[in-house]
């Protein structure tokens, strides 16, 4: 602790060929209102090829609170524990560069948690589009939706509470000498897992709308496939390797593939099927369209690029758990364990 009894926060961003937004993200930290010798920012790269290290180095050549740390793993959860292993904070805040932050991010970050005396504090995201295309917007609107992303509490907005987790959020330093530190073991889900340990520890994670951030989605249909199935794909994995962690609604994009191969399969066999699975799509279809009339208005695109948002963002997330599944035996054989984790040493947070 210094400067009349402030704690020292340490902001660990991790990053891979990021060189359109690492500038931004680093400078806006920088400039935050919280005092600025009490500030570190950890940059943490995953040996980019795009021109992100050269900006990097070039930041903490003008500024001393900056850091780059090499992942020569290429791993999300590596990045994140050599961030910790090598940050100095009280408090740690783990960022993505696909953000913007407000300028009083870390002290309401600071506020929230020192009020609620939560271990881990976030707040809800505004979802804009990398570029402002009507593609964009489409898919903005889709993941910031009820019935796109279910409830995924810090994409839909809400009054402070607690919650299973949030994103880009502030940390107590001692939750990871209790809890330990990322399971290195997925490259998908691990702040979930983490949240997970540190509920059952018994830490209280909260959300609030004091904490504001802007989140930059991916901006083309083939980004969002890619994103999307990846997600899908490391569910599986995730409940393999760690016992659970994750919430039915995971799943539910699955299930509805899985409900729609099955119908498509069993119209060859019962001719009822057939009608079922027409009936399937078209319940689909009409509440999907609802949506996207709905939210399209307020976002100023066309209903039909938000439908067909809803459409690839479920059918390729529930391909991704389907594929995920099958693979399972192949990928991960014997579950192993996670040698970044351990259990809290007295019980609790």
């Known amino acids: ?67 780059l740390i090499d992942n020569l793993r290429k791993i999300t959860p590596v990045a994140m524990n050599l961030g910790i292993s090598q940050s100095h904070g009280d408090f740690i805040i783990v960022i993505s560069c696909h953000a913007e932050y407000a300028s009083n991010y870390i002290d309401k970050c600071l506020d929230v948690i020192n009020r609620t005396k939560a271990e881990h504090v976030g707040g809800y995201m505004t979802t804009l589009p990398e570029k402002d295309t009507q593609i964009g917007r489409a898919i903005a609107a889709a993941t910031t939706s009820p019935f796109g992303v279910g409830n995924s509490i810090f994409r839909i907005g809400g009054s402070e509470r607690e919650v299973d987790t949030v994103p880009f959020g502030m940390y107590r330093r001692e939750v990871f000498e209790k809890i330990g530190l990322y399971d290195e073991r997925l490259v998908r889900n691990q702040d979930i897992e983490l949240n997970t340990r540190l509920r059952k520890a018994g830490g209280r994670i909260i959300i609030s709308p004091e904490i504001q951030l802007t989140y930059y989605n991916r901006s ?47 119209s060859f066999f019962w001719s009822p099927a057939k009608w079922v699975l027409l009936s399937c799509i078209l319940l689909y279809l009409s509440s999907a369209g609802f949506f996207s009339i709905k939210h399209s208005s307020r976002t100023k695109t066309s209903p039909i690029l938000v439908l067909w948002s809803y ?33 809290p040493a007295d019980g609790t947070v």
């Not at 680093?26 to 935050?32: D, H, I, M, Q």
């Not at 997600?231 to 729609?260: A, K, Q």
Request: glycine share 10%.
């Open 1 to 67: 602790m210094v400067e009349a009894g402030l704690p020292t926060v340490s902001v660990i961003i991790p990053c891979r060929n990021e060189s359109d937004f690492i500038e931004n993200t680093v400078r806006g930290l920088l400039a935050n209102d919280y005092p600025a010798k009490l500030v570190e920012v950890l940059v943490v790269d995953g040996m980019s090829d795009d021109g992100t290290r050269a900006i990097v180095k070039h930041l903490v050549a003008d500024n001393p609170r900056v850091k």
């Open 220 to 266: 083309t249909f083939k980004r969002l496939w890619q994103q999307s199935f990846n997600n899908g794909l490391w569910n599986p994995y995730t409940v393999r390797l760690t016992g659970g962690g994750l919430s039915f609604r995971h799943f539910i994009p699955m299930l509805f593939v899985l409900g729609i191969l099955g119908l498509c399969l069993g």
């Open 311 to 343: 459409i690839l963002l479920h059918i390729s997330y529930g391909i991704g758990s389907l594929w995920g599944v099958i693979t399972i035996p192949f990928k991960f054989p014997h579950r192993g364990k996670n040698i970044s984790s351990k259990g």
